[in-house]
């Protein structure tokens, strides 16, 4: 399975597409980071986002999208920015079929380190573990990008994994999933 994680920013967008078995190794493919100017006009910085977006899609041809899920922050214009950067993700994965994942930082962050407070050198910390990297330092949007298609291959159902398969946590955790959808 291949899968396209972005963490969504209007400045920085980062971008990482891994392969993932059933066994649950991975493997990256591709790692970046998309910006644009901030002295650009906010239409004009969207359009450069899905340009470049949708060159990696076509180039990599993820069979999943895992997108961080926009969360309320207190600066409104961060937000905003965040959100904005997601829906050119969604846009361009639905134009194309793709499914698309929504994952919490905290849920990534406790699928990558075992505890959904971990700070951003713990998280890139694993990814580089799990991954075998580029030479050089990878600014966090990167790191988070990557974890996050790797939080969707472990969590996000995109792999038909046996139930004998998962470890004791994830199974408690895909069981938590499912009674909440029940609820919710």
């Known amino acids: ?3 396209l994680g972005v963490d969504p920013g209007l400045t920085r ?17 591709h790692v970046s980071v998309l910006t644009t100017d901030k002295q650009l006009e906010l239409p004009e910085r969207l359009l450069l986002l899905q340009t470049e977006l949708a060159q ?6 993820p069979q999943r999208i895992a997108v961080e899920r926009v969360f309320a922050q207190h600066n409104l214009r961060t937000v905003m920015g965040t959100a904005q950067a997601s829906a050119v993700a ?4 639905a ?19 075992g505890t959904g407070r971990a700070n951003k050198v713990q998280v890139a910390s694993m990814v580089g573990r799990l991954l075998v990297l580029p030479e050089g330092k990878l600014l966090p949007d990167a ?4 974890a996050l298609a790797i939080c969707n291959a472990w969590r996000g159902g995109s792999l ?13 955790w895909r069981e938590a999933e499912r009674q909440a959808k029940k609820r919710g």
């Open 13 to 29: 967008c980062g971008v990482g597409v891994i392969d993932a078995k059933a066994d649950r190794s991975v493997s990256l493919v």
């Open 160 to 172: 038909a994994v046996p139930q004998g398969a998962l470890t004791p946590a994830q199974q408690r």
């Open 56 to 61: 990696l899609i076509e180039k990599y041809e």
């Open 95 to 113: 134009q194309r079929g793709i499914p698309v994942d929504l994952h919490t930082p905290s849920e990534v962050k406790a699928s990558i380190t």
């Open 90 to 93: 969604f846009l361009e994965a």
């Open 1 to 3: 399975m291949r899968i």
């Open 143 to 146: 790191t988070d990008a990557l």
